[in-house]
Every structure is written in C-alpha cells, then in structure tokens.
C-alpha cells in the first residue's frame, strides 16, 4: 500500500500528465508555434528530468522499486510526452518559416 505522501505525489503526475498527450495533439494539429513557449517546455522538461534523477538516487526508493514503479512511471511517461512536444515545436517552427517565406 502506498504512503499517503506517495498518493500525492502520483495524484499530482498523473494531473500534469492528463493534459500532455492533448497538448501533443494540439500541437500536432496547429502546425504553429504561436502561443507556444520554448522556455517553458524546456523548464518542464527539466524538471522531469530531476524527477526521475531524484526516484534513481533516492536508496529508499530504489530498494522498494519493485513496489513503487508506478511513481517513476509517471515521471519518465510525461518525460516522453514534453519530449515530443518539443520536438513539434521545432516542426511547426519550421513550418511557421515555410508560410513566412511563402508569403513573403
């Protein structure tokens, strides 16, 4: 059974996560990086990275891994979806340069 601090700590992954794979989407679909900011993808990406820094030197948390995946699960599944969010960030960039260029 998982501590209560556990509990919160998963509870507030798992609300950032739900709105990352529809950021990806919207991302997807627009095609823009108007309203987008950089920086604030790569401080969110920092972060995760930090968060599962923290789970894999935490001896605790390691120790009791086989009971406590799901926490890191989280963290490294929203990883992978701020990652791709970025990398659709250079995309429509790019795309963003095209229609400049386009339309001279």
């Not at 798992?14 to 790569?42: D, E, H, Q």
């Amino acid at each position: 059974m998982p501590e209560l601090f556990e509990i919160f700590e998963m509870a507030m992954i798992i609300c950032f996560g739900v709105s990352w794979p529809l950021n990806v989407i919207k991302s997807y679909r627009a095609r823009t990086t108007k309203g987008k900011s950089f920086a604030f993808l790569v401080c969110i990406f920092i972060g995760y990275i930090a968060g599962i820094i923290s789970k894999l030197s935490n001896p605790g948390y390691m120790a009791a891994i086989s009971s406590k995946w799901y926490v890191l699960f989280f963290y490294v599944l929203n990883f992978v979806m701020v990652s791709a969010d970025i990398v659709l960030y250079f995309r429509n960039k790019k795309l963003d340069k095209e229609r400049e260029a386009a339309n001279g």
